[in-house]
């Protein structure tokens, strides 16, 4: 599966859009990009995934660059529940089990 | 949709003892579920890889027998730590495969914290 590299720690105020940087410049054609995020001592939580177009649901919305080699997890109006540590995830499509990285620390401030 | 439970969410037992953590895709059937580690300040690590009616595979330097995993039906995986030691002390987490069409999705369980003493 394709490496990943995201920023150590974001702030974002509350209310405002928090925008989530992720790159994946070797993926390849069939693996997609999966977003999850864990609450402090929960389980991941799956966000959103996506394989060439940008995806849109009722937590986020995915921004898959053209090239595919990087995307961008957007939370349109962050709330102090939305701190937590996000994943991005590249993955063959089918069966592989999800590894994770270290993830992006987002604090939510009011 | 998608709900996968753990029980139970802590235990504290004593070194040398063995310890079961149950976990349930409750809505969905789940032909694989996952189970991973937890510990402070860290990532998750991938132990194994289970799938329903056949053996466990587990990731290099996980001991099989330390750690025995049991998929018996579609909706209940078992992980039994045995022989307890104070190092076995982490978060774990499991998580089942959602079949979903094109793509599966995994979804994960709230978690259990051991503490072995």
């Known amino acids: 599966d394709a490496k990943t590299t995201q920023p150590t720690s974001m702030d974002c105020a509350e209310g405002r859009a928090a925008n989530l940087p992720c790159n994946h410049s070797?993926?390849?054609?069939?693996?997609?990009v999966y977003w999850y995020r864990q609450i402090h001592s929960q389980g991941p939580q799956y966000i959103i995934h996506?394989?060439?177009n940008n995806e849109t649901n009722e937590m986020a919305s995915l921004i898959i660059t053209e090239d595919r080699k990087s995307s961008t997890l957007i939370l349109p109006h962050a709330t102090l529940r939305d701190t937590a540590v996000y994943y991005c995830?590249?993955?063959?499509?089918?069966?592989?089990?999800?590894?994770f990285g270290k993830g992006t620390r987002l604090s939510v401030i009011a | 949709g998608a709900v996968v439970s753990q029980h139970p969410s802590w235990v504290i037992c004593k070194s040398g003892t063995s310890v079961k953590i149950e976990c349930r895709s409750l809505?969905?059937?789940?032909?694989?579920m996952f189970w991973y580690r937890q510990f402070p300040k860290q990532s998750l690590m991938l132990m194994a890889t289970?799938?329903?009616?056949?053996?466990?595979?587990?990731e290099q330097g996980v001991e099989k027998d330390k750690f025995l995993i049991n998929h018996a039906s579609l909706t209940l995986s078992t992980l039994t730590v045995t022989s307890a030691h104070p190092e076995d002390s982490s978060f774990y987490i499991c998580?089942?495969?959602?079949?979903?069409?094109?793509?599966?999705?995994?979804?994960f369980g709230p978690g259990t914290r051991l503490t072995v003493l």
């Open positions: 998580s089942a495969r959602r079949a979903s069409g094109i793509q599966d999705t995994q979804y």
């Open positions: 070797t993926i390849s054609g069939n693996e997609y």
């Open positions: 996506g394989l060439k």
């Open positions: 995830i590249v993955i063959l499509e089918g069966n592989t089990p999800l590894v």
């Open positions: 809505d969905f059937q789940a032909t694989t």
């Open positions: 289970s799938n329903e009616g056949s053996k466990a595979t587990y």
